[in-house]
């Protein structure tokens, strides 16, 4: 598989080809608990080990047709990655270095290669607005 060079949102993943070598930056979401998107859950699981999680670009998305799930392989990977066990990683954002395939009928990945967890993109800052003066009265709200 060829690799694709830049790291990439989880937007401009779904467009990519399957069949690279890609690197995918992301918060962990939630997990699919079914054999489709339609079963989404944006939480952590309660009974068993989930063999996958899905990603998206925002912290708070609960929209399925903006995540892409990441296959865990049985064994150490799957130990090491599912949310039962590490509830810790909910909206963690991590960079995930693997094989993009047909995952779940939609582009995803299906070997990790390398997960990092990475500092989360600075929002915006807004200033808080303070007051240049002490508060004061005004007459008849004039």
Same mark, same amino acid.
């Given at each position: 598989?060829?690799?694709?060079?830049?790291?990439?949102?989880?937007?401009?993943?779904?467009?990519?080809?399957?069949?690279?070598?890609?690197?995918?930056?992301?918060?962990?979401?939630g997990?699919?608990?079914?054999?489709?998107?339609?079963? =989404? &859950?944006? /939480? +952590?699981?309660?009974?068993?080990?989930?063999? *996958?999680? !899905?990603?998206?670009?925002? #912290?708070? @998305?609960?929209n399925?047709?903006?995540?892409?799930?990441?296959?865990?392989?049985?064994?150490?990977?799957?130990?090491?990655?599912?949310?039962?066990?590490?509830p810790?990683?909910?909206?963690?954002?991590? =960079? &995930?270095? /693997? +094989?993009?395939?047909?995952?779940?009928?939609? *582009?995803? !990945?299906?070997?990790?290669? #390398?997960? @990092?967890?990475?500092?989360?993109p600075?929002?915006?800052?807004?200033?808080?607005?303070?007051?240049?003066?002490?508060?004061?009265?005004?007459?008849?709200?004039?």
């Open positions: 598989p060829e690799e694709v060079g830049d790291t990439l949102t989880v937007a401009e993943f779904l467009q990519v080809e399957p069949g690279n070598v890609v690197t995918v930056k992301g918060y962990i979401v997990y699919l608990a079914s054999t489709s998107f339609s079963g =989404a &859950v944006f /939480g +952590l699981p309660t009974e068993t080990a989930n063999t *996958n999680f !899905i990603m998206a670009d925002r #912290a708070d @998305e609960t399925p047709d903006h995540c892409i799930a990441v296959k865990l392989n049985a064994g150490e990977e799957r130990e090491a990655l599912n949310l039962l066990d590490n810790e990683y909910l909206h963690q954002y991590v =960079a &995930v270095k /693997g +094989l993009s395939a047909t995952y779940f009928r939609r *582009n995803g !990945i299906t070997e990790i290669l #390398a997960v @990092e967890s990475i500092d989360a600075q929002s915006a800052a807004f200033p808080t607005p303070t007051l240049q003066h002490e508060p004061c009265l005004i007459v008849d709200g004039r």
